[in-house]
């Protein structure tokens, strides 16, 4: 009996807990009233509006619990909110713009703080790409305005239409708004991206200072709204933008000059935006510029249709070729220079940037690649050598930007050694000397200096020459620049006789202008010259020149689809060769270069052979 009056007594309990709450409840719910309700006070109606337009949706809501919140929704997504402060009545307005074509849906719904929501109510808003002006306009000093008969109209309501859509009629009264259906019709986009037809982007001097010369040229079907040009420093992290408009031109075209303000690795970037909004495809331009203390900064361009191009304000746009195991370039700077009598006379050094695949015999890794600096010296005969006993000529590069323990880091390429005792036939008949510096991509300064020595002393040297290299460009295969040159010699062997004064010189660069070379494959029709330049010397085996030096003419036509060949390719001998493709603008009778491009590989459709002193000896073309 008793354990019943206990079960009694605890759903007693349990029931008033029960009727509290729901009193509670019903207490609230009175007191709180509807459910907050919500509109949209403007725009009234659908519309339709351009790309790019704004528009200010004003919403109204109310409750007697108080409003927690107003949202704005963007086609089901949440697209601004207002947090109230439980008004019972509250107004806000979310800034839309119109940035996609086509049907947009715009939903507002309000919250009370009961966490009660409104119904939520819907604004079908379109956006078409806004097109170019066409109308033309007239100055009238005196305006008229008539209605459609011709009579005057003045003080009454003339029809206003935008294309097709009317905007004001007779009676005064706006058009009639776009029904639900024919938002939702309108195109999501216009008919194609806008283009950018032309980019160029050259880097100049102007003084001192870098800049870049640009030119765009893009078309679209709506028209061109701007160009949204950037260059950004990769290396400081500097970013420039500017804006260029076109104003809605279907086809837009801008010159002007970019100026840089520090070194560093830039990208520069231009994109094309139409009047609807979208955009074309990114244009980037690489360009480095490189500071060199006491010197003029050195440019490099990165082509991204050629990769490995290179451009300073003295070098040729040189590309490497593949010649056995060294991948090299013109020489740019060829210094003849003349002593004192008696000293090293007219030793003709070349400077040549490049990278080396190194081989086994130099400690390294098979396929390993080294960019590298290679001198090449072509010592003539001296006859006041022969005078002297036990001569040992020296030919030392060393890095001043490296430690001692790493300072003279060098090897010889093609088995030429780094020192050589001088022999009568040396004497008699000269030598060419060859060592390559690895450059490192540093940005280093090099020494380059020949020593003689007579019994063990130190009897002549020069020239000396400083060689400043640029850090290399992307990509990591690309060669260094060669940024200065300058030299001075010294002889001993006629002490302080006035014959003998010190000649010190400064390179001035490379007297042709930018003038490319064309590496295969090639892409513009027209004839080429192949040009061998020997860069190395006979030996015992003592071949004739003339048997392998030649001179080969490319022929490259829209006719023909082809892959390289080389059937005049010079046969296996002890030289080594240099091969440059030259443009020509007339090889022979009705034989002229093309201008128009093209996508044919080279071909050598006829050979001529040359003899050896018509290619000029061991001098390069």
């Not at 360009?287 to 191009?309: K, M, Q, S």
């Not at 003998?500 to 003038?515: I, K, M, N, R």
């Amino acid at each position: 009996m008793k354990k019943r009056s206990g079960i009694y007594i605890v759903g007693g309990i349990v029931l008033c807990i029960a009727l509290l709450f729901l009193a509670y409840v019903g207490l609230r719910l009175t007191q709180g009233g509807e459910r907050p309700v919500v509109f949209i006070q403007s725009p009234s109606s659908n519309l339709i509006l351009d790309s790019g337009e704004g528009l200010a949706v004003v919403v109204y809501a109310e409750s007697d619990a108080g409003l927690e919140k107003i949202s704005l929704y963007v086609d089901g997504e949440l697209y601004a909110e207002e947090t109230g402060a439980n008004e019972n009545s509250l107004t806000v307005v979310f800034p839309w713009y119109a940035e996609k074509l086509g049907g947009h849906t715009l939903e507002v719904k309000a919250v009370d703080r009961f966490n009660r929501p409104s119904d939520p109510v819907q604004l079908m808003v379109g956006v078409e790409a806004s097109k170019p002006d066409t109308m033309d306009y007239e100055y009238v000093p005196t305006p008229e305005t008539v209605d459609d008969g011709g009579t005057e109209a003045a003080g009454s309501i003339v029809p206003a239409v935008n294309g097709d859509r009317v905007i004001v009629s007779e009676d005064g009264s706006f058009g009639v708004p776009p029904t639900d259906e024919e938002v939702m019709l309108l195109p999501h986009a216009d008919d194609v991206n806008p283009s950018i037809t032309l980019f160029t982007a050259e880097p100049g001097r102007n003084g001192h200072q870098v800049q870049i010369r640009y030119r765009i040229e893009a078309e679209d079907d709506l028209g061109i709204d701007r160009f949204e040009l950037s260059a950004s420093n990769t290396t400081t992290g500097e970013t420039s933008p500017r804006t260029t408009l076109c104003f809605g031109e279907p086809v837009c075209v801008v010159e002007d000059v970019y100026p840089f303000a520090s070194a560093g690795a830039w990208l520069f970037q231009v994109q094309a935006i139409d009047t609807s909004g979208q955009s074309s495809v990114v244009q980037t331009t690489a360009v480095e510029i490189v500071e060199n203390p006491g010197f003029e900064p050195a440019i490099g361009i990165l082509d991204p249709a050629v990769i490995d191009r290179l451009i300073t304000n003295w070098m040729r746009d040189d590309r490497p070729r593949t010649i056995t195991n060294l991948e090299v370039f013109e020489p740019i700077i060829i210094a003849d220079l003349s002593f004192p009598a008696g000293a090293l006379e007219d030793i003709q050094m070349e400077l040549t940037p490049g990278y080396a695949l190194m081989e086994p015999i130099y400690g390294f890794p098979p396929g390993m690649v080294r960019d590298v600096v290679q001198v090449r010296s072509v010592i003539p005969p001296i006859a006041a050598w022969g005078g002297y006993d036990n001569l040992v000529l020296v030919i030392k590069v060393d890095s001043q930007d490296l430690p001692d323990n790493e300072r003279g880091e060098r090897f010889p390429l093609r088995g030429n050694p780094t020192t050589l005792t001088i022999t009568d036939e040396i004497i008699a008949n000269g030598y060419v000397f060859e060592t390559a510096v690895w450059a490192r991509c540093g940005g280093l300064n090099w020494d380059v200096h020949w020593e003689l020595f007579w019994n063990g002393q130190l009897i002549e040297s020069g020239p000396i020459f400083t060689v400043r290299t640029a850090p290399c460009l992307p990509p990591p295969s690309a060669a260094p620049i060669i940024t200065s040159l300058q030299g001075y010699s010294n002889s001993e062997i006629c002490g302080n006789a006035s014959a003998c004064t010190v000649l010190t010189w400064q390179a001035s660069g490379h007297p042709e202008p930018t003038d490319p070379t064309v590496e295969l494959p090639m892409t513009s029709l027209g004839v080429y010259r192949w040009a061998p330049v020997a860069i190395g010397r006979l030996d015992a085996l003592g071949a004739n020149p003339d048997d392998f030096l030649r001179e080969t003419f490319w022929y490259v036509t829209n006719d023909n689809e082809f892959t390289q060949r080389m059937p005049c390719a010079p046969p296996e001998t002890i030289l080594t060769y240099a091969f440059t493709l030259v443009p020509m603008t007339y090889i022979g009778p009705g034989e002229s270069i093309y201008s128009n491009d093209g996508s044919t590989l080279a071909h050598i459709e006829a050979c001529k052979t040359l003899p050896y002193n018509e290619i000029g000896g061991l001098q390069p073309r």
